[in-house]
């Protein structure tokens, strides 16, 4: 198959899927493209996370179309992939179902093809119907597990139906100005006469109106601006370290707020992570924006193994979690996420909190933080974290929803008063 064709594109759509469906996460199914032109990735991810994004769709309409589930993933997640095309792409339908048969002749030595033909047509033919039949579906409707519903039901009474709306939507593309190098008015002033238009939000963020490759970003390299969210951004604002402080950033892969701290004021920063590969990211970050900060590698909660008996004066916490806030940036979290890992996630939240709270100094400021709408990970995490502690002051409770102009995020600003 030509390299660049959509056919080429739908089939390593396919084998991402397939690894997502045997429990690996999207970013590291994705590496299977590193070898993939540009091109060819671009378009095989915009299948992916539209496939995911659309979740359950696919396997309603694919389970009423085939008498049996097929014995081979790789053609059914062709089939969910041509799918997918086929409703986005309405006004190239013969081209989409020729490219995909195409793609079926390179799995399974082509003995799917004939199937894979008979399946779309026959979609085609019954299209209106079935779709109107899985909006009956529940899970198709909202495009998300019904035991996430359910929580947000319960949780959002109100607001749960726009918060399943921001998950399945494509994600803002937001900046984050160095206002040590530039102001926001300034930075603004660059994308309009590179073409770009964007809107301010707050003194630093500029929330783009096309998403685009950070090479096109004037002064990127240079430490002008970061990528990150609106919502994320409040962190180091919340926080608010003063000159000269010592300060913990516990969970801080990629480095995005690690870098953000020190663009506010002059600290003394650890940057710790578990993970050493993504540690590295954390110094390509401070490199590229020109600051630097002792970077660790260590599980946060053995402080033992990382901890000199210096307290700190401030600690950001961003903990591991659902990513329920975030989840239209991380799709497949709608498939491998389960009910029971909430727990799991809670219990290892737990454990993170009791660890650094003894490493903070009296009068000292903890900053928890996680991506996630669920009740347990946030106020119900604190909540029971301040029957535990009568020494901790709760300065500052605040849960971000996902919409427009940032993800989901809750913060919880606590003070060591002994």
């Not at 030509?2 to 469906?21: H, I, M, N, T, W």
């Not at 799918?83 to 793609?103: C, G, H, I, K, N």
């Not at 894979?116 to 026959?122: D, H, K």
């Not at 206002?179 to 500029?206: H, N, P, V």
Request: hydrophobic share 40%.
């Amino acid at each position: 198959m030509k390299p660049d064709s959509l056919g080429e594109s739908l089939l390593q759509a396919a084998r991402v899927l397939v690894c997502v469906d045997a429990g690996r996460s999207l970013s590291e199914a994705l590496g299977l493209l590193v070898n993939e032109s540009p091109r060819a990735r671009a378009a095989a991810s915009d299948i992916v996370y539209g496939v995911l994004r659309r979740f359950g769709e696919s396997e309603f309409i694919l389970g009423k179309l085939l008498s049996r589930p097929l014995a081979h993933p790789e053609t059914n997640a062709l089939l969910q992939s041509a799918l997918y095309r086929l409703e986005t792409r309405r006004d190239s339908t013969p081209m989409v179902v020729d490219q995909a048969v195409s793609a079926a002749g390179e799995l399974a030595d082509g003995r799917y093809k004939a199937l894979v033909n008979a399946v779309l047509r026959n979609y085609l033919r019954r299209r209106e119907t079935l779709l109107a039949e899985s909006l009956k579906d529940e899970t198709v409707r909202f495009m998300h597990p019904a035991w996430w519903l359910k929580r947000l039901r319960k949780t959002y009474p109100g607001q749960w139906e726009a918060i399943v709306d921001a998950g399945n939507s494509a994600p803002p593309m937001t900046l984050r100005v160095n206002l040590r190098k530039i102001t926001q008015a300034d930075y603004a002033m660059k994308l309009e006469s590179s073409g770009l238009k964007a809107e301010s939000i707050g003194s630093q963020a500029l929330l783009l109106e096309t998403p685009l490759p950070v090479n096109r970003l004037p002064g990127f390299d240079k430490g002008l601006v970061s990528i990150q969210d609106a919502g994320a951004q409040q962190a180091a604002s919340l926080l608010a370290p003063e000159a000269g402080m010592r300060v913990l950033d516990a969970c801080a892969a990629p480095g995005g707020k690690a870098t953000h701290l020190l663009e506010l004021t002059g600290i003394d920063l650890l940057a710790l992570d578990i993970d050493e590969t993504r540690a590295k990211k954390i110094a390509e970050n401070l490199e590229r924006a020109g600051f630097s900060a002792e970077i660790g590698v260590a599980d946060c909660c053995a402080i033992e193994s990382w901890w000199d008996g210096r307290p700190f004066d401030a600690i950001l916490a961003d903990v591991p979690c659902s990513g329920s806030g975030v989840v239209r940036r991380h799709p497949d979290i709608k498939k491998l996420r389960r009910e029971s890992d909430i727990r799991k996630f809670a219990e290892k939240q737990r454990e993170i909190l009791e660890a650094l709270w003894q490493v903070l100094g009296p009068g000292g400021k903890f900053l928890y933080a996680t991506c996630s709408v669920f009740t347990e990970e946030n106020t119900g995490q604190i909540d029971a974290f301040m029957v535990r502690h009568p020494e901790a002051e709760r300065v500052l409770d605040r849960q971000l929803l996902p919409g427009r102009k940032h993800d989901g995020f809750y913060y919880a600003l606590l003070r060591k008063t002994l």
